[in-house]
Nanobody, 122 residues
Framework: EQLAESGGGLVLPGGSLGLICTTSGFVLDDYAISWFRQAPGKEREEVSC?????AIYADSVRGRFIIYRDNANTVILQMNNVKPEDTAVYYC???????????????????WGHGTQVTVSQ
């Protein structure tokens, strides 16, 4: 079971970027797929999570980012109207527990990808 992130890069403030989480060995119907991010000097934080077509978002990205399942093994994080504070390494994660559940918040059974850098700058 593996996760691979792609699509990161340098983007101008106000621009858009699509991050791709490609999974292998997972049946996505059985897992919550999430995006987390970690900025320099800060703790890793949850950005968004999707399972069974339902999604949750952090307050800081709600209305700007969209998470969706593209096909049987790919989840996309569409980042719109990006801001410099969105600069971070973005990680994809797979959880056997539903988004926001107690076990999800504890990270029980979570699998991580290796991350992709997103830099928002002039």
């Amino acid at each position: 079971e593996q996760l691979a992130e792609s699509g990161g890069g340098l983007v101008l403030p106000g621009g858009s970027l699509g991050l791709i989480c490609t999974t292998s060995g997972f049946v996505l119907d059985d897992y919550a797929i999430s995006w987390f991010r970690q900025a320099p000097g800060k703790e890793r934080e949850e950005v968004s999570c999707i399972k069974d077509g339902s999604a949750i978002y952090a307050d800081s990205v709600r209305g700007r980012f969209i998470i969706y399942r593209d096909n049987a093994n790919t989840v996309i994080l569409q980042m719109n109207n990006v801001k410099p504070e969105d600069t971070a390494v973005y990680y994809c994660a797979a959880d056997p527990s539903p988004c926001g559940s107690v076990w999800y918040k504890k990270g029980v059974g979570r699998t991580w990808g290796h991350g992709t850098q997103v830099t928002v700058s002039q």
